[in-house]
């Protein structure tokens, strides 16, 4: 019992982790008033590039942030059509959301000989405490997570006390609050809502490649299905704060660890119900808490400096 409750903890850490990284993604964008629905696409072409440079290289480290460094410039188109040009958010994004997979499989068809996928990694990355603990035991499926899951945690500690403790988490925060006011102290909008969404895409970068060499071994079309969506339920639902995303974050790795639990045991539940639960679990969450959800007053609001 013991066991397999550590099971369940130490798998939902692993699954929650790219999460965590898209969700915070979310976060540091739309606090400076710019929306980002486009991080299924970044943990796409995050997850491409860092399975490709993983395998090329033989350093998953390498990999790991080519992966943050690939979506980041994707997340720099973004920030051209939002910030720049004054374009419509959510439109931005969802192209994103196109083009992230879409350059991911015609990348891979290119340096994987027409295929789809790329060729598993030799080198994955490394476990935080190997060996530390008796095999299988509670600590050990508890403590013994990948260095990514562990970063990624970090993560969010970093970026609550930015935010919430430093002058330049005090900008962030006035830039997605209140632009005009903002600008009229001398800070500069349209430099710290740029930071802010490249940032945002080289964190969903970092899922993406956390999942493509951490928790699988490669990239696939149907790696990412759907996590970046629910990152974003998980931002909403954490209220747009560090703390809050990863709280829901660690919520719906719970879920699919609990599909991965429930699927190992000798209780007759169909697979296909049980592979719905953490999207049925975002359709609730989304259903029941985004109409008391406050998001950044300017989010969403472009600002052209008078």
């Given amino acids: 019992m013991i066991g397999s409750l550590g099971f369940v903890l130490g798998t939902t ?16 964008s739309e606090r400076s008033g710019v929306i980002n629905i486009g991080l299924e696409g970044l943990l796409a072409f995050g ?21 943050g460094v690939g979506s980041g410039l994707i997340g720099l188109i973004h920030a051209i059509s939002s910030v720049t040009f004054h374009g419509d958010q959510v439109v931005s994004g969802i192209a994103i959301n196109f083009i992230g997979p879409g350059l991911a499989i015609f990348l891979s068809r290119k340096f994987f000989s027409g295929a789809a996928m790329t060729i598993p990694v030799e080198y994955k990355i490394p476990k935080f405490l190997p060996g530390v603990f008796p095999k299988y035991s509670f600590l050990d499926n508890l403590l ?6 562990v970063i990624a945690i970090l993560c969010a500690v970093v970026m609550w006390f930015i935010l919430y403790k430093t002058v330049l988490g005090l900008r962030i925060l006035s830039v997605g609050e209140n632009p005009e006011a903002a600008d009229t102290l001398g800070i500069s909008v349209r430099k710290i809502r740029y930071s802010c969404v490249i940032m945002s895409g080289v964190l969903a970068g970092l899922g993406g490649a956390s999942m493509s060499l951490a928790v699988a071994s490669n990239f696939f079309p149907t790696l990412i299905s759907g996590h970046g969506f629910i990152a974003l339920a998980a931002m909403i639902f954490g ?14 790795g719970l879920a699919q660890a609990l599909v991965i639990f429930l699927g190992s045991t000798s209780i ?5 119900l049980l592979s719905m639960m953490p999207y049925i679990l975002t359709l609730v969450i989304l259903l029941g808490f985004v ?8 989010d969403g609001q472009p600002y052209e400096k008078e």
């Fill in 13 to 28: 850490l692993m699954y929650a982790t790219p999460l965590i990284y898209a969700s915070l993604g979310g976060v540091i």
């Fill in 47 to 67: 997850a491409f590039a860092g399975a490709t440079v993983g395998y090329y290289t033989g350093n998953p480290w390498l990999g790991f942030i080519a992966g």
């Fill in 144 to 149: 013994n997570q990948d260095w990514t899951t």
């Fill in 239 to 252: 209220q747009w704060k560090p703390h809050g995303a990863l709280g829901a974050c660690l919520i719906f």
């Fill in 268 to 272: 007759s539940i169909s697979s296909e």
């Fill in 291 to 298: 109409s008391s959800a406050n998001a950044p007053a300017a």
